[in-house]
């Protein structure tokens, strides 16, 4: 089971961390991925990280303002969103996978999301 939280209103220019938190399943051994969906358009990858922490994958539209992070020892993997943007407004969701990828597809296990909103 994943639970996403830290999503808010922020105004342009502001900072988020969201938490994906990890229950009832082996967190270490699969990848972690953050996806967002905005109103009226399709689930869209943001960024990924491997079980280890040392591979990540970040969308074009996120790099250098997106961070992101894992702790195995707490469960919990972390999406650091700075310099935010209106075009960041989406519910994120947290996903877990058996394979480091970015593609949607390969991500087995979802939370529920957290809307994160972005005013200009």
């Known amino acids: 089971q994943l639970q996403a939280s830290g999503g808010g209103l922020v105004q342009a220019g502001a900072s988020l961390r969201l938490s994906c938190a990890a229950s009832?399943?082996?967190?270490?051994?699969?990848?972690m991925g953050w996806f967002r969906q905005a109103p009226g358009k399709e689930r869209e990858f943001v960024s990924a990280?491997?079980?280890?922490?040392?591979?990540?994958y970040y969308a074009d539209s996120v790099k250098g303002r997106f961070t992101i992070s894992r702790d195995n020892a707490k469960n919990t993997a972390y999406l650091q969103m700075n310099s935010l943007k209106p075009e960041d407004t989406a519910v994120y969701y947290c996903?877990?996978?058996?394979?480091?990828?970015?593609?949607?597809?390969?991500?087995?296990?979802w939370g529920q999301g957290t809307l994160v909103t972005v005013s200009s």
């Open positions: 996903a877990a996978s058996g394979v480091f990828r970015r593609e949607r597809e390969s991500y087995e296990y």
């Open positions: 009832g399943g082996t967190f270490s051994s699969h990848a």
């Open positions: 990280i491997s079980w280890s922490g040392t591979g990540k």
